[in-house]
Antibody, heavy 115, light 110 residues
């Protein structure tokens, strides 16, 4: 059974930092593109970043470039998202997604940016 | 404003055929594959259609996808109450080097 379990969400003040983690199992993590997708409360889906299988290629949506960093540890089947200079508009549920077709989704972790 | 355009809502009665459209441009749908995701209330999205018209294992064949030029459609043949959910289209966009999603369509089964 495929599982993606996110952690690290919570309440943070504007300008603060947070690191999200995702542990994967049940599929070949090291052979898969991995992605973070977010969903603001009551809104649609937004692609945030993705990372190639060996971590050599990383891509970001313009609104997070220079503030967020995606990384992975294939030995631990783990995906990370380091978020800094957080803004109110970053408030969302962040989903860890696996596969080139976004085949597998975690349950999400809520990040709230508020003073 | 989403890069891909979907109607905000759609509806139908059980057994009816319903389609949801997704309109894009040459840099996304016009040159790349389209994907569809289903999000049931209070749950994470789930892959429904990949590579324009392919169904993952376990997805019923009453769901089908198609693509023509810069538009795509998701069709339901024989709507069921459990199909009530939000549906999103997505595609890679070469002009922004990133994935773009539609704004989502809320499907109501009357």
């Amino acid at each position: 059974e495929v599982q993606l379990v996110e952690s690290g969400g919570g309440l943070v003040q504007p300008g603060g930092s947070l690191r999200l983690s995702c542990v994967a199992s049940g599929f070949s993590f090291s052979s898969s593109w991995m992605t973070w997708v977010r969903q603001a409360p009551g809104k649609g889906l937004e692609w945030v970043a993705n990372i190639q299988q060996d971590g050599s290629l990383k891509q970001y949506v313009d609104s997070v470039k220079g503030r967020f960093t995606i990384s992975r540890d294939n030995a631990e089947s783990s995906l990370y998202l380091q978020m800094s200079s957080l803004r109110a508009e970053d408030t969302a549920v962040y989903y860890c997604v696996g596969g080139s077709s976004h085949d597998y989704w975690g349950q999400g972790t809520l990040v709230t940016v508020s003073s | 404003q989403s890069v891909l355009t979907q109607p905000p809502s759609a509806s139908g009665t059980p057994g009816q055929r319903v389609t949801i459209s997704c309109s894009g441009s040459s840099s996304n749908i016009g040159s790349n594959s389209v994907y569809w995701y289903q999000q049931l209330p209070g749950t994470a999205p789930k892959l429904l259609i990949y590579l324009n018209n392919q169904r993952p294992s376990g997805v019923p064949d009453r769901f089908s996808g198609s693509k023509s030029d810069t538009s795509a459609s998701l069709a339901f043949s024989g709507l069921r109450p459990e199909d009530e959910a939000d549906y999103y289209c997505a595609a890679w966009d070469g002009s922004v080097s990133g994935w773009v999603f539609g704004g989502g369509t809320k499907l109501t089964v009357l």
